[in-house]
């Protein structure tokens, strides 16, 4: 089964920045479209990227357009989160994800098969 680990998180000023990363010992980054997600206490969970979409793109979250972005190092099979200019409303536990996909409707979503534990991110001053 996909195994996925997060890393990373921690706590940071606004205007920080901060690199997660999410390790797989069992799964095919070229393979499965690989995200993450996060959720904010008392809020619902929100995607906030999946990489390798059915349309060839690269999806962010209205909320972290230009400030996040996903890469990844296949000789370490680990995918990272850069975050950048960070605010206190990015405060939240951020999960790594696989096999997401969006869906586009009335208002965007995402989904995925296989999560990870999470890693918590604080921004406050």
């Known amino acids: 089964q996909v195994q996925l680990v997060e890393s990373g998180g921690g706590l940071v000023q606004p205007g920080g920045s901060l690199r997660l990363s999410c390790a797989s010992s069992?799964?095919?980054?070229?393979?499965?479209?690989i995200g993450w997600f996060r959720q904010a206490p008392g809020k619902e969970r929100e995607g906030v990227s999946c990489g390798n979409t059915s349309d060839g793109s690269t999806y962010y979250a209205d909320s972290v357009k230009g400030r996040f972005s996903i890469s990844r190092d296949n000789a370490k099979n680990t995918v990272y989160l850069q975050m950048n200019s960070l605010k206190p409303e990015d405060t939240g536990v951020y999960y790594c994800?696989?096999?997401?996909?969006?869906?586009?409707?009335?208002?965007?979503?995402?989904?995925?098969?296989?999560w990870g534990q999470g890693t918590q991110v604080t921004v406050s001053s």
């Open positions: 069992a799964f095919t980054s070229d393979y499965y479209a």
């Open positions: 994800v696989a096999d997401c996909t969006v869906v586009r409707g009335p208002r965007v979503g995402m989904l995925a098969n296989y």
